[in-house]
């Protein structure tokens, strides 16, 4: 029998998911960490895993401690009750925390415990695997924590356990290298801190396992734990888990030949149904699925279904036939275009084919044009956000791609305001 270790990265119990709809607020918990760890420690012991790892950042902060402690202590308790070792590391969130932790709870195993490398022996069914971990001791390590460690092999396969920032020299959160990784001569490196995770497998044994739920909109796609296997004294699999309870997902809705506004509604129900159905394949469907829409395509309505689709953010707007999952609107990304191509449009002199010419530079971002564009728009934006009603939304600085979306956005309405001003006058 192949010995089984659950690998597990950032958890950051304590804190809530953002950007939930008002009807989901309630369930900000059972989204959030605290669900996801809840069906990690489930699926666990359903699957018979013969040991869990934490990869740091388990707790958001100190405040999370009772929190922490009640959601950790119970899922612990749970593992070790159906004989399943529990060990993990500190990160740079939970550097203090953590530790405490750990000394009220019995059956929880701080590896490296104050930044002194140790290794623990995993066994079952006959087969071994020796984990060698690392803890933060304060928040900031402006040093690699595997410079200068000299890495004694033990039993079977050997891996690190270890939170850092990878191949990024002057982080404070401990940077290391790529290739101080391989020179330690281990089997494999399971990471913690980066929140995407890496694409893991036999052959790339070596990354991050990303966060265990999706902490934001920031953090789409799949997330969950890592089922390693060993088997003969090697990596025998990789395989991921996608257990988190809610799900953000970019999704692209083409309006292009749109009979009316509100047809996009419906357009946007079939999509649904149909990533519903593709959501069904995975360990354990969501609970929740946040949806950052992209509207694209030619078409004269842009404008007006954009709008009424935003009229629909904070709305539970689907409940998946496949998963029974609660579909919402958390962002809607105009990028439609009005039935007349804009490089037709501007081969015109008038106000519409000027307005052409600068969106049409918005498409090559990079170049000299665009980025005018881009500090023009970032400049009259930011001269808005300083305005005193708006301070105490504590606006965050801007991306490019926020500012080219909020040129595009008013440029196409702007575009077709113009172009219907000009069809009342002929």
Not at 149 to 173: K, T, V
Not at 308 to 316: A, S, T, V, Y
Not at 335 to 355: F, Q, S, V, Y
Request: net charge negative; hydrophobic share 40%; charged share 30%.
């Amino acid at each position: 029998m192949p010995l089984k270790l659950l690998a597990v990265g950032d958890i950051h119990l304590g804190r809530r998911p953002a950007r939930l709809p008002h009807e989901l607020a309630g369930d900000a918990r059972a989204l959030g960490p605290a669900g996801a760890w809840r069906r990690v420690v489930a699926r666990a012991i359903a699957e018979g895993v013969d040991a869990v790892a934490l990869a740091g950042d388990v707790v958001e902060r100190e405040d999370d401690f009772y929190e922490a402690y009640r959601e950790l202590r119970a899922g612990v308790e749970e593992l070790a009750a159906a004989g399943i070792r529990v060990l993990g590391v500190a990160g740079n969130h939970d550097v203090h925390v953590l530790p405490r932790l750990a000394d009220q709870l019995d059956d929880f195993d701080l590896v490296g415990r104050d930044g002194k490398w140790e290794t623990r022996t995993l066994e079952a069914g006959g087969e071994q695997a020796t984990l060698h971990g690392w803890s933060f001791r304060e928040a900031r390590v402006p040093t690699s924590p595997v410079a200068e460690h000299d890495f004694q092999r033990g039993p079977g396969a050997n891996l690190g356990l270890l939170h850092c920032d990878l191949d990024q020299r002057g982080s404070p959160y401990a940077p290391v290298m790529a290739n101080e990784l391989r020179d330690t001569g281990l089997d494999a490196w399971l990471l913690g801190h980066i929140h995407v995770p890496h694409a893991l497998s036999v052959t790339r044994p070596v990354g991050y396992l990303g966060s265990l739920t999706g902490l934001d909109p920031g953090e789409p796609g799949d997330h969950g734990p890592w089922l390693i296997t060993f088997e003969g004294g090697r990596v025998q699999g990789i395989d991921p888990w996608v257990l988190a309870p809610l799900r953000w997902e970019p999704l692209k809705l083409d309006l292009a030949e749109l009979d009316e506004a509100e047809s996009a509604r419906a357009r946007l129900l079939e999509k649904l149904r149909e990533h519903d159905r593709t959501l069904a394949g995975l360990a354990e469907a969501p609970r929740a699925v946040g949806l950052r829409l992209r509207v694209t395509g030619r078409t004269d309505l842009g404008t007006e279904a954009t709008r009424l689709l935003e009229n629909d953010l904070g709305q539970l707007l689907h409940e998946g036939e496949t998963t029974g999952a609660h579909y919402f609107i958390e962002k809607v990304i105009a990028e439609t275009r009005p039935e007349i191509p804009l490089h037709k449009l501007a081969e015109r002199n008038d106000p519409p084919g000027l307005l052409a010419q600068r969106l049409l530079r918005l498409e090559t971002p990079h170049s000299e044009e665009a980025r005018q564009l881009i500090a023009d728009g970032r400049k009259r934006l930011d001269q808005l956000r300083r305005e005193s009603r708006w301070q105490a939304l504590d606006p965050q600085p801007l991306e490019d791609d926020e500012v080219v979306d909020w040129l595009w956005r008013s440029g196409t309405r702007m575009l077709e305001d113009l172009l219907a001003q000009q069809g009342a006058g002929e």
